[in-house]
């Protein structure tokens, strides 16, 4: 089911997953479904599960309360397996935001807090698969320019393009295409569901520095592997991108 709640212009769907979710914690499944269902914020999704399919004995009532602007209050519950403690790392919304929206009967857990999660019988790491949306990753003949801190320092004719439903296209680089003397690696780490772990260069140009402006997955998941060890920027921070001679103009995301 798909809706709209009052008052705002957040559509949110809530759906039913065909796929058997199963969540590992302290090596126990406190949950295995095949009834799991799939909420979509608008941001990344969330899998809940109906409280017959988790293992509410090991699950504590706890006195966190968070209130929510889209889905009302929750009611957290510190998870124990063991001598294995997650503080407030599932939670429920006992009272229903709306007649068409009940989640009162299903649980829900923090992604990072648990062990692994499972769907049928592959690990999904990051948070579950948006079926709404996918990436398409394309080899290309444009000629792609990134100029940071007044100098070019990616000039390509092959570069990969990676469309991402609701995303800027990303232009990824072949190294050899780069000004690799002029990146340094950088510490930062984040993890994207559909595409792997992604480490990160800042841009140095003389004492200019602009940090974490380009990143490249180095063992990218199987579906990205085309992507493998290429350079992209952010579109929303370099100083100009040039594709065929067009500069772009910089897109308005989360990263801006």
């Not at 941001?43 to 009532?61: T, W």
């Amino acid at each position: 089911m798909e809706m709209i709640l009052a008052g705002s212009q957040t559509q949110i769907a809530f759906e039913p997953s065909p796929k058997w979710v199963r969540v590992l914690f302290g090596g126990k499944f406190i949950a295995d479904s095949k009834r799991a269902c799939l909420l979509l914020p608008g941001g990344p999704p969330y899998y809940y599960f109906p409280r017959e399919d988790v293992r509410m004995n090991l699950l504590e009532p706890t006195e966190h309360r968070e209130q929510t602007r889209l889905l009302g209050e929750a009611s957290f519950w510190t998870v124990r397996a063991g001598e294995h403690v997650a503080l407030n790392a599932a939670w429920t919304y006992p009272q229903p935001v709306s007649e068409s929206l009940d989640l009162s009967t299903y649980v829900t857990f923090d992604w990072d807090k648990m062990d692994a999660w499972f769907e049928e019988g592959e690990e999904v790491r990051v948070h579950p698969h948006d079926p709404h949306k996918r990436i398409d990753i394309l080899e290309s003949t444009r000629h792609v320019q990134v100029v940071v801190l007044g100098e070019t320092i990616a000039d390509s004719h092959h570069p990969m393009l990676l469309f991402e439903t609701g995303l800027p296209t990303r232009y990824y680089f072949p190294r050899l295409d780069v000004r690799m003397d002029l990146l340094e690696n950088s510490d930062k780490v984040t993890g994207c569901a559909y595409k792997g772990k992604a480490q990160y260069y800042s841009v140095r140009v003389d004492n200019r520095v602009a940090r974490d402006i380009a990143w490249y997955y180095p063992y990218p998941m199987l579906e990205a592997t085309k992507i493998a060890g290429r350079i992209a920027f952010f579109n929303e921070h370099v100083d100009a991108l040039y594709v065929d001679d067009e500069q772009q103009e910089k897109p308005n995301t989360q990263w801006s």
